[in-house]
């Protein structure tokens, strides 16, 4: 029974911390293509004013 219960927590853990390494992985793709679509956008602007 603790056996089944440890390895349960484990794999629990397992899926939350792979789950927060994906968000942030996304987070850092959406921002990294805000920042990129916001800079095509300024030099866009900038050619005309």
């Known amino acids: ?3 089944k219960s440890s390895s349960f927590i484990v794999y ?8 927060f390494i994906l968000i942030l992985i996304s987070d850092y793709i959406l921002i990294m293509l ?8 300024f030099r866009f602007l900038k050619f005309f004013p």
């Open 1 to 3: 029974m603790s056996d």
């Open 34 to 41: 805000i920042g990129q679509t916001s800079f095509i956008l």
């Open 12 to 19: 629990l853990f397992l899926l939350v911390e792979h789950l």
